[in-house]
């Protein structure tokens, strides 16, 4: 149903090598480091994410819905506009993010975090760089990011292997990042006008797409930051390292929309709501099936590896279990690409909504200072991965209760 074609067959290819090749790295990381540094790298990872979601204000929400609209209408994309509106808020945005870092997660070195800032611009940058060509072509996008995939690893894993350093690790891969998304300017004849650099108040538009944001980025690390203020610093290195199993469910599910992002497009005017909505049910029923295949291979074999390969981590191993159902959870999400690009933007923050309460309420009830263990931080990732999956299915079903009548 979904390959069509050997370009199919290539974005799939291309989207398999970058996802890959971060498993490598991190795999690479942690055997290099102990798991109290794989913290501190896990940590500035997390910190970046933070910086790089908050500053956006959800721009690439805003970007990625006009620029469908743009595509659905037989309009030419809107390249410089923008890029340059995105860089523009990033600009203006970015430094009020600073203290977040420093109020929510652990205060790091002053040497790493002014990396680390880095390493979250040039991530920006080409982002920015790169939204356009997420809903022109999925072929071209999954070009970009196996390169950004593949190359960043291997410049990482070689950095860490003769140098040991984090520092060095950050910058050799954020240095790459820079040099492709100037390149993807370049290839796409990117010119700045001065009238980019002014932000006015038609900026309002974005509202609608902020709250979605900073609430996915709040349910998306709440696990992670309750993990850094409860846990030491060895145990927060194998959980981090354990929540790699959780990633490969984000890293498919960010695959998932590069994939269907232009298909989601192409059919908003050419097909019926009805026709749309059960094309999207269908999907998400092999999703299903593909995630009960994956989870069940995972609980057989990934404990064996873990004790094989990765002794020190061993103790994570009681985290398996809970990792893979947020894992199959991310995914059967096809409901967040749906809602994004169908302009349902509204529904996008309830999954999320409902993720934070969760994890507040665990906190309440489950948390207790003196005698909290390292296994209880299943119950955040059980309450994460339910959200995950049953409350956008049960925003689509009451949106088509409500159609049908």
């Not at 279990?321 to 959870?329: D, E, N, Q, R």
């Not at 207790?368 to 299915?393: Q, W, Y």
Request: aromatic residues 16%; hydrophobic residues 55%; charged residues 10%.
């Amino acid at each position: 149903m979904l390959i069509k074609n050997k370009s199919s067959l290539v974005v799939i290819a291309l989207l398999v090598m970058a996802s890959c090749s971060q498993f490598v790295k991190q795999a690479w990381l942690a055997s290099g480091f102990n798991p109290e540094v794989y913290a501190g790298w896990a940590t500035a990872v997390l910190a970046s994410q933070l910086l790089f979601n908050f500053g956006g204000l959800g721009f690439h929400n805003f970007a990625s819905r006009h620029a469908a609209i743009y595509e659905s209408r037989g309009k030419r994309l809107l390249t410089n506009r923008l890029v340059a509106k995105q860089l523009l808020i990033y600009t203006y945005i970015l430094p009020l993010s600073i203290p977040v870092i420093y109020f929510l997660i652990a205060k790091p070195a002053p040497e790493l975090f002014t990396i680390m800032l880095f390493y979250s611009v040039v991530n920006v940058f080409l982002n920015s760089a790169t939204n356009p060509i997420y809903v022109r072509s999925s072929l071209e996008f999954a070009k970009i990011q196996s390169i950004r995939g593949v190359v960043g690893a291997a410049v990482a894993v070689i950095t860490c292997y003769f140098t040991g350093s984090l520092l060095l690790t950050l910058i050799s891969e954020s240095l790459l990042i820079l040099v492709l998304g100037i390149m993807t300017l370049k290839s796409q004849n990117f010119k700045w006008r001065k009238k980019y650099f002014k932000l006015d108040w038609n900026y309002k538009v974005l509202l609608p797409f902020f709250l979605p944001v900073l609430l996915a980025t709040v349910s998306l690390s709440l696990s992670r930051i309750i993990a850094i203020d409860l846990l030491n610093d060895e145990f927060l290195g194998t959980y981090y390292f354990i929540f790699i199993v959780a990633s490969f469910g984000f890293i498919f599910q960010y695959g998932l929309s590069v994939f269907f992002g232009p298909i989601i497009t192409s059919r908003l005017s050419t097909s019926s709501t009805g026709y749309l909505n059960t094309f999207i049910l269908r999907c998400w029923i092999i999703l299903v099936i593909f995630s009960l295949l994956v989870g069940l291979a995972g609980s057989v074999f990934l404990p064996f590896l873990v004790s094989f390969l990765y002794p020190g981590y061993s103790a994570g191993l009681i985290l398996i279990i809970p990792m893979l159902f947020l894992a199959m959870a991310k995914i059967c999400d096809i409901w967040s690409i749906y809602f994004l690009l169908g302009g349902f933007e509204k529904f996008l923050y309830i999954p999320h909504l409902c993720s934070i309460i969760l994890a507040i309420l665990i906190y309440i009830f489950v948390v207790d200072v003196d005698n909290f263990k390292f296994i209880d931080m299943r119950f955040f990732i059980f309450g994460e991965a339910l959200a995950t999956f049953f409350i956008p299915l049960l925003l689509f079903l009451i949106m088509n209760i409500r159609w049908s009548r």
